[in-house]
């Protein structure tokens, strides 16, 4: 267990019941009268899987709870049914029984173990009526509201293990976004003007330059043509030189080819976001312009990156002199589809709901979406602080933004504008400077900070489930690569992966 209160596969797990004494409980009677067995209780006519649990929660509750009476709540027995939506392997009976209320998830995790019967100790979380448990047992019922004569369902769920640190790919200057939504390769962006290709493994396989200023996001989009699947993809670049681009490129193995390259340019300022829409070859952009744009993968115009026309050298020409070559200069040219205006400051974040919705998120303290057919705004909701990232989940149900108040926010846009809808995960120390949500999980999503962290977090609770310091300094980007995978970059010029285990992984 580290300070933020996160699990992790420690000697809590691993630590094994004590199965030298049993105790019967004194009221077991009464409890077997109600349809409740105790843990501690040997009744194997009622039910013969709990025979083998032999475990002194006593013993148990006295390590969670350090025996302090001043717990209050925390003194008493809490009658409850474990169930899970794991594989019939890994479910226990739905029979309750009673255990300590001052059991936390530790506690929880090895009676679970117990009765599962497994050799190698799983770490679980535990779930009260959609709340994820982080606190004792006892406290977490009296914050649902649970009857004290009721049977307390526990959800028990695969725990999410600690990042460890992996690769490291290095680049010139600092790091200033991720990508890592193609399981082929990861891209990055730079303040050395370029985008970087690299393998899961952190090996470099093209740079990919041709801005005037630094890259300040990166985005990645199937191929306009909807060809190749896994080895090919459209790497999106926005840059601070007022100009979008389009990377067409092909990964075989070790090798990476590039081919057309677009510019697109419209916006009067910097380009602060770049976003790939689902399904349709368009994306979408920001700009302190104060606008967004949209425009379709195959606008723009072609860049012609320096072709130099070979020639033959004279002796009197020196190798290395390359003065006197014909350059051909890289062509820009305007090409987006539609413009979105509305923000009175400069909009910092763009992420796309649908095909057809596009939120976007500004410094004049809102969020909006806009119907990307029409181009109309459809609404806006004020953040009280200034948006600097966002991030929607595919349908829109929820959207996570975060900026100077070092506040992640997440709003269920399915209960609108109310207190109910609105949950603020307060942790960082520092602006929030990127949010992703998990590609596997609904309910998880990382963030990055220019504290140092990497946070991850499950929304029903609100602490977070780990916390890494993954730069030195300021983390400018974060991004799953896969589900059990993180990529980020910061001010040191370092793309930094660490690996993310479930334990359902372990389970198999």
């Not at 190749?228 to 490129?249: F, Q």
Request: glycine share 10%.
């Amino acid at each position: 267990r580290v300070d933020d209160g996160t699990v992790g596969t420690g000697a809590r797990e691993r630590r094994v019941f004590d199965v030298h004494r049993v105790r019967r409980a004194r009221a077991s009677g009464a409890r077997r009268a109600r349809g409740v067995i105790a843990v501690g209780d040997f009744v194997a006519a009622e039910a013969p899987e709990l025979a083998r649990v032999t475990l002194n929660l006593s013993t148990l509750a006295a390590r969670q709870g350090g025996g302090d009476e001043r717990n209050g709540s925390d003194d008493v027995e809490v009658a409850v049914s474990f169930v899970t939506r794991l594989p019939e392997a890994f479910r226990v009976s739905e029979s309750p029984i009673t255990v300590p209320g001052k059991l936390t998830r530790y506690g929880l995790s090895e009676v679970v173990n117990h009765l599962l019967g497994t050799e190698t100790p799983t770490p679980f979380d535990f779930l009260v009526d959609g709340v994820l448990l982080r606190t004792s047992l006892a406290k977490l019922a009296l914050k649902v509201r649970a009857s004290a004569e009721a049977t307390l369902v526990v959800e028990y769920v695969p725990a999410l293990g600690p990042p460890t640190a992996a690769e490291t790919a290095p680049h010139d200057d600092w790091v200033s976004s991720v990508d890592g939504s193609w399981a082929t390769a990861v891209v990055s962006g730079g303040y050395d003007n370029k985008a970087r290709l690299w393998s899961p493994k952190g090996k470099l396989l093209a740079e990919l330059d041709g801005h005037n200023a630094h890259v300040c996001a990166v985005s990645l989009a199937p191929p306009s043509d909807g060809s190749a699947g896994s080895e090919s993809a459209v790497v999106l670049t926005a840059s601070a030189d007022g100009t979008a681009r389009s990377y067409a490129v092909t990964v075989k193995g070790k090798k990476c080819d590039v081919g057309d390259i677009r510019v697109f340019k419209g916006h009067t300022g910097t380009v602060t976001d770049i976003a790939a829409a689902f399904g349709v070859a368009v994306f979408a952009t920001a700009s302190v312009d104060g606008s967004a744009r949209v425009w379709k993968l195959d606008g723009g115009e072609f860049a012609e990156e320096k072709k130099v026309k070979k020639r033959k050298k004279s002796k009197e020409v020196d190798d290395d002199d390359d003065d006197d070559m014909n350059v051909d200069e890289p062509q820009i040219g305007l090409g987006e589809e539609l413009v979105l205006s509305g923000h009175t400051d400069q909009v910092r974040a763009v992420s796309w709901a649908s095909s057809e919705v596009l939120w976007t998120g500004s410094f004049d303290h809102t969020i909006r979406s806009w119907n990307i057919e029409t181009g109309e705004e459809i609404e806006s909701h004020s953040t009280h602080h200034g948006v600097h990232c966002l991030s929607v989940t595919a349908g829109g149900n929820k959207i996570a933004f975060g900026g100077v108040d070092a506040v992640v926010n997440v709003w269920d846009a399915r209960e609108g504008a109310t207190a109910k809808g609105c949950l603020k995960l307060k942790s960082h120390e520092g602006w929030i400077s990127s949010i992703r949500w998990s590609p596997t999980n609904e309910y998880h999503l990382v963030s990055s900070s220019y504290d140092g962290h990497i946070k991850l977090w499950d929304i029903r609770g609100r602490l977070p489930l780990h916390s890494v310091q993954t730069h030195k300094g300021k983390v400018f980007a974060v991004d799953y690569h896969g589900g059990e995978r993180l990529c980020c970059g910061g001010d040191d010029g370092k793309v930094r992966f660490y690996d993310v285990q479930t334990s359902k992984s372990l389970l198999g």
